[in-house]
């Protein structure tokens, strides 16, 4: 909303800051502060808020230490996080940005899922919540429309870059890039690290770019499903699911700016996608309401984010990262995310199959999600949660590191 105002401003006015107002560094630099107030200033209102209506969490015995004590506990904190992150992006980014709008629609969506099952859990005293199916078929919504609009929206464009030429005349000449429709990805560690979405039914012939939405709007789904699932099971003690989102979301930043800025995009040779700088508005308030949300999530927390928060997280980092073509960087990135889920993946299987085969099942670790395997084996949250950020920061420095390393 500003930016328009400064931008007429400066149009009619010549108004003195109108400029520097319009440079997408300075208004990203405002968006975190304002998140940061918010969340620090607001949150602790609204977890005041959540205490008097008794929205606290409802804790089941899994026999781990200090369980009990956090019953009660204010939840639905996702709240604190989506309002930190939409109020600064509406105030400085530009509204009209493709990417900035499919970023909205993904907070707003997946945060309305996540209120329904914490609603479900808390005021219909139901355990389990949203029906799992319910979920996925939200997910699944969320990745056909964030798919859709990637691969048909008209402003969604990735810009080749400049190459010299040798002409028939044998002159050198500079052939500008331009904007094109692709499908195309970045493949970490390979030299031409540039995958087509396309070239999986190239068996098709020629016209086989025509149904690359065939593989691409499938993966997309995926990817935003498994993302956000990783990202709930993640939350699961303080601090934990916040702390490794920041250091995922800041390091998103860095290939945002990059990729979004044509002079770094060509040095490192990694695609420059048209209108993405614009994401560092929205990324930069999206850190500053995780961080300011942490300042009261960190051990002993003062409110959980519910799936309110954690879906809301997991879908903002797919898409961030889809936008970005970075999607096939998440495995590495997101290392946690991923292990947790793999953990449970790999419980439940391993225990339905040995209890098929000796009418006993049997576990692979004394409790999935992975961190509720180390609170098992002793181990204290505060260690845990410190330790998973040391991994983090170490995956997210591996991520940013496979810009050179081909």
């Known amino acids: 909303m500003l930016y328009y105002l400064f931008e007429y401003l400066e149009k009619q006015y010549q108004f003195p800051g109108a400029s520097l107002f319009q440079f997408t560094t300075f208004r990203a630099a405002m968006a975190i502060l304002f998140s940061l107030i918010i969340a620090t200033v607001y949150g602790k209102r609204i977890i005041l808020f959540l ?35 939409l109020i600064p992006v509406l105030l400085f980014a530009k509204l009209d940005n493709i990417y900035i ?52 929206h008209p402003e969604v464009t990735m810009r080749e870059h400049n190459k010299t030429v040798i002409t028939e005349n044998y002159t050198v ?52 499903t498994a993302v956000s699932n990783g990202a709930n099971l993640t939350d699961g003690i303080d601090g934990l699911a916040a702390g490794n989102s920041a ?8 290939f945002t700016w990059v990729s979004g800025n044509y002079f770094f995009s060509d040095y490192l040779d990694i695609m420059f996608i048209p209108r993405a700088g614009e994401l560092l508005v929205f990324v930069t308030a999206f850190v500053g309401a995780l961080i300011g949300f942490l300042w009261y999530n960190a051990f002993p927390a003062q409110v959980f984010m519910g799936d309110t928060g954690s879906l809301t997280i997991g879908g903002v980092i797919a898409v961030i990262a889809i936008i970005i073509r970075k999607e096939l960087l998440i495995p590495i990135l997101c290392g946690i995310f991923f292990a947790e889920s793999i953990s449970v993946m790999l419980q439940v299987g391993y225990f339905k199959y040995t209890k098929k085969k000796t009418g006993e099942g049997k576990r692979i670790f004394l409790m999935a ?36 390393v081909r």
């Open 51 to 85: 205490q008097k209506k008794q929205i606290g969490e409802t804790v089941r015995d899994l026999g781990l230490d200090g369980q009990k004590q956090k019953a009660g506990t204010p939840t639905m904190g996702g709240l604190i996080i989506i309002m930190s992150t």
């Open 369 to 404: 999600p992975l961190h509720h395997h180390y609170q098992k084996k002793g181990y204290h949250e505060s260690k845990i949660v410190t330790r998973f950020w040391i991994i983090g920061i170490l995956l997210a420095i591996v991520t940013v590191v496979t810009l050179k």
């Open 101 to 152: 709008i499919l970023l909205i629609v993904t907070t707003v969506w997946m945060g309305v899922i996540g209120f329904i099952d914490d609603y479900i859990k808390i005021f219909k005293k139901d355990k389990e919540g949203l029906k799992g199916r319910f979920k996925i078929l939200g997910q699944v919504g969320l990745g056909l429309i964030v798919g859709a609009t990637l691969y048909f």
């Open 247 to 254: 250091i995922i979301v800041f390091t998103l930043g860095v």
């Open 173 to 224: 000449e500079e052939v500008q890039g331009q904007d094109i429709k692709s499908t195309m990805t970045t493949v970490p560690f390979f030299k031409n690290n540039e995958l087509d979405y396309s070239s999986f039914i190239s068996w098709m012939g020629d016209g086989a770019k025509e149904y690359a939405w065939l593989i691409f709007i499938p993966m997309i789904i995926l990817i935003v």
